[in-house]
């Protein structure tokens, strides 16, 4: 029954990845079929993420009301329903108004789940859940560029997409009484090895996440991982075409390459789990990727430089859902869900805010600025990181 779950929990994530890069792909042919901006697009987004931080912030208070599997159907017809929405929207105010349904869903499915699979399961299903997120993310625009490719017929892109929602949403209607029936399994085999943090603020009955002694600093690093993650998957090409004087199409292979290295790189790390400890894993994940930093801002061959990019990605893979899962363990599973959601609510903060202020300062100087600002945040992620493994004396687990 666990393993039947978890399949239905990696179906998720693939669809929870399906729309994340619709957006990009589609606009060109949006923006020109309905005569808007190129630039409207960011407003679009901006909506999404706002109210995906929203949710992901009452998720946790969700999750205990109503349970995951419950709360992953809802999230699955908001979903849905924005999709279904986008396909017939008239104007740019109707994407403006169905970017809200669609970011409380995908926040609430993402941090519902990231908690059951790091509650209930073995660190390798944390990172090969990540990488099904990467293939959800890949196969979408490719679904949409399908559509695209004789005629802007976006529409049909966002309706394919929507119904393989739909398919999800009546899956999880006829799977919920199984989750059900696993949660009462879950509840009545728990022992006491089950881990419990002993910081007064979590067993009072008045919580306080910030009281929690490391989370400050583990929020934080959550905030400079997507912080990272972002800024080089946006502004990389950029940096390429603008200061190495790559061409735009290699540009963009590169860039591609780089987020091939982080699907791939979840799904060998979830090999790597079963002979090395999450803490091992998300400490070598740092120093990969800030080695990468390093390549990017020497003055090499393009093959090393390739070699950067890659090695960014493979460094960042294992470090979130790493990070993730080891939230029961750090924190105690008392209030773990709440502060799952806290932590991919500042996740998404880092995602969408600290990328565009680079890009202004980069518009206002140069983009060549951009190397040093990733070698400052992944700095920053590595000092946070160890600041809580010190704090909390798990060094000796690595």
């Excluded at 999800?168 to 006829?174: G, K, N, T």
């Excluded at 893979?317 to 993730?324: D, V």
Aim: with cysteine.
């Amino acid at each position: 029954m666990a393993t039947f779950i978890l399949l239905i929990i990696y179906l998720a994530f693939i669809s929870l990845g399906l729309p994340d890069s619709l957006l990009g792909t589609a606009w060109p042919a949006m923006s020109k079929d309905l005569a808007l901006p190129l630039g409207y697009a960011g407003y679009i987004a901006f909506a999404t993420t706002c109210s995906t931080i929203m949710s992901s912030l009452f998720s946790g208070h969700l999750i205990e009301k109503i349970g995951t599997g419950r709360l992953t159907l809802i999230s699955a017809i908001l979903t849905c329903a924005a999709l279904f929405g986008f396909t017939y929207s008239p104007s740019f105010i109707w994407f403006i108004l169905l970017a809200i349904p669609l970011g409380l869903g995908g926040g609430a499915v993402d941090s519902a789940l990231n908690n059951y699979v790091a509650k209930h399961y073995k660190a390798h299903h944390m990172n090969w859940l990540h990488s099904f997120w990467g293939v959800g993310a890949t196969i979408g625009p490719i679904i949409m560029a399908s559509f695209l490719t004789d005629s802007p017929e976006w529409r049909k892109g966002y309706l394919t997409i929507a119904i393989l929602q739909a398919i999800l949403a009546f899956i999880l209607l006829i799977t919920l009484p199984v989750w059900t029936k696993l949660a009462k399994t879950k509840h009545a085999e728990k022992t006491v090895h089950t881990h419990e943090h002993s910081d007064s603020s979590v067993n009072s009955g008045k919580f306080n996440a910030l009281k929690l002694k490391g989370f400050k600093p583990t929020i934080f690093a959550f905030l400079f991982y997507c912080a990272i993650e972002s800024t080089v998957g946006l502004w990389g090409a950029s940096y390429l075409v603008d200061i190495k004087h790559i061409s735009a199409d290699q540009a963009a292979k590169w860039i591609a390459l780089y987020y091939g290295g982080i699907t791939i790189g979840r799904f060998i790390t979830g090999f790597v789990t079963f002979k090395f400890s999450n803490l091992a894993i998300i400490r070598t994940g740092q120093i990969t990727a800030l080695v990468g930093c390093f390549i990017i801002i020497l003055p090499l061959p393009d093959t090393l430089l390739l070699a950067g990019f890659l090695l960014i990605g493979l460094g960042l893979a294992p470090i979130f859902p790493s990070l993730l899962h080891e939230t029961p363990n750090r924190f105690g599973e008392k209030h773990a869900s709440k502060l799952m959601g806290y932590q991919m609510a500042m996740a998404y903060s880092g995602m969408s805010f600290l990328p565009p202020v680079f890009g202004y300062i980069a518009t206002k100087t140069t983009i060549g600025f951009f190397p040093i600002t990733i070698i400052i945040f992944a700095a920053a992620m590595l000092v946070l990181v160890e600041r809580v493994n010190s704090g909390l004396k798990l060094n000796k687990r690595a």
